[in-house]
């Protein structure tokens, strides 16, 4: 008695979050807006941009000038035999003005690889966000698949329990054997499980997007789309040669590259001199800032040249040479991997294009098949048997229909995001204008 208690007020419980809970409608184009807003993957590529971005500011900063200030003060004191201490102050104020000249190329190196880093950030961010939209397509087009599996069972419930009622009533009549009525139970009570399962397929589906949107797991969501196809024009090569021209992660390779060309002439730079000008005002007494303190100032030029730095600089520098040709074989890697992603995506849509055609035609003779099987049961020429294999085969043809649908879609979604489908930076237009 407990025990149901308990289960009563858990059940009334949920039923009253359910009626105060808003219920979100949602097509795909509003959970991809959700997502490219609210997911966390992108904010923390957002913050690397931003990150890239100071760097990049920081290094633009170290060729202009810069104004120091020193200040130093002390007191003391001296005594001789039989005479007392006698104390004196002794401050100095000093205020420096410095301007790089010469660094071997390094300062100017070191700009061109921030800014080539800061282009591989806005690049890398693009590539993030599609990221997100195949994650929200995938998931979104999992929520219906989930639903239409949940209606599938739904029917094969009405349909066992349609057939049930009449081996009940024939069985009654004496046409039947009770066998008949404890394998359509047995059939029965399966498809109902099987409907358990495809709901808690589909609350899994649910929290899935909830969780890549930005939503709290357990938001109810509306989602009133229905899964369709169309046939998809483009041929394999156009889809290949777009995917090169517009991948983001391709050409933030080749950014890196750049940034890695930039690394090797910064290490060069330590074989050259360096040259500063400095200009200084200094002003000192036995009083921080009387009048009648002693003042100077100087202007010169500083070059600093390391003759020898036993192997240091050579080092460093075909450790870049080799980061260099690694960034190069990444990127000719890369470009395989997309011809591979874009072929591998494209035969996977076009299998489920011809799948969707099939499993059409499957689904129709199976519904005649199972239609007839009744008759034939009803009849007294068939058996129960007959019926309940036709039903499982319908069960299942409707099954394949609808798996066909969701690998098109997702197929579809995988395709342009191994193309590079622009959301917000259309990368050939963004390279252009950084060269």
């Not at 009334?12 to 808003?22: K, T």
């Not at 069985?171 to 498809?191: C, M, N, P, R």
């Not at 074989?271 to 010169?300: C, H, L, N």
Request: proline residues 2%; aromatic residues 8%.
């Amino acid at each position: 008695m407990k025990k149901l208690l308990i289960a009563l007020m858990s059940l009334a419980a949920s039923v009253a979050y359910a009626a105060d809970s808003e219920v979100i409608s949602l097509n795909l184009a509003e959970s991809i807006d959700l997502a490219l807003k609210n997911n966390q993957s992108i904010a923390q590529s957002m913050e690397d941009r931003e990150v890239a971005r100071w760097q990049y500011k920081n290094a633009r900063r170290q060729s202009g000038p810069t104004l120091s200030y020193n200040f130093s003060g002390r007191r003391y004191g001296q005594s001789a035999s039989g005479r007392p201490m006698e104390t004196d102050n002794d401050f100095n104020n000093s205020l420096t003005l410095s301007v790089p000249i010469y660094h071997g190329g390094r300062l100017h190196n070191q700009r061109k690889q921030t800014l080539y880093a800061l282009d591989s950030a806005e690049l890398s961010l693009e590539d993030t966000k599609q990221d997100i939209k195949l994650q929200t397509t995938q998931a979104y087009y999992e929520i219906l698949r989930c639903r239409d599996m949940m209606k599938v069972r739904e029917e094969e419930i009405t349909a066992l329990q349609e057939h049930l009622n009449k081996s009940t009533i024939r069985y009654k009549e004496g046409v039947v054997a009770k066998s008949d009525i404890l394998a359509s139970t047995v059939s029965l009570a399966d498809a109902k499980q099987n409907y358990v399962t495809a709901r808690g397929d589909y609350e899994k589906s649910l929290a899935n997007l909830n969780n890549i949107i930005g939503l709290p797991t357990d938001t109810p969501l509306l989602i009133s789309d229905e899964m369709n196809s169309t046939t998809y024009e483009p041929t394999e090569e156009s889809c290949i040669e777009y995917a090169l021209e517009n991948r983001p992660d391709y050409f933030s390779a080749e950014y890196a590259i750049k940034q890695a060309e930039a690394a090797i002439k910064i290490a060069e730079a330590g074989r050259k001199p360096t040259v500063d000008a400095s200009i200084s005002k200094a002003a000192e007494g036995d009083r921080i800032f009387k009048s009648d303190t002693r003042r100077d100032w100087q202007a010169g030029l500083t070059l600093q040249w390391n003759i020898f730095d036993n192997g240091v600089t050579s080092a460093s520098v075909n450790e870049m040479r080799a980061r260099l040709k690694k960034s190069q074989s990444v990127a000719a890697q890369l470009g395989d991997s997309i011809r591979l992603e874009v072929h591998n995506a494209y035969i996977d849509l076009r299998t489920a294009e011809e799948n969707i055609s099939t499993t059409q035609i499957a689904v129709a003779r199976a519904e005649e098949d199972y239609h007839l099987a009744q008759i034939r049961y009803v009849e007294g020429v068939g058996t129960n048997l007959e019926v309940i294999d036709a039903q499982e085969k319908l069960t299942q043809a409707r099954t394949n229909y609808f798996s066909a649908l969701y690998s098109y879609h997702v197929a579809k979604a995988t395709l342009e995001k191994a193309m590079g489908v622009p959301i917000d930076l259309v990368v050939p237009d963004y390279i252009s204008e950084r060269r």
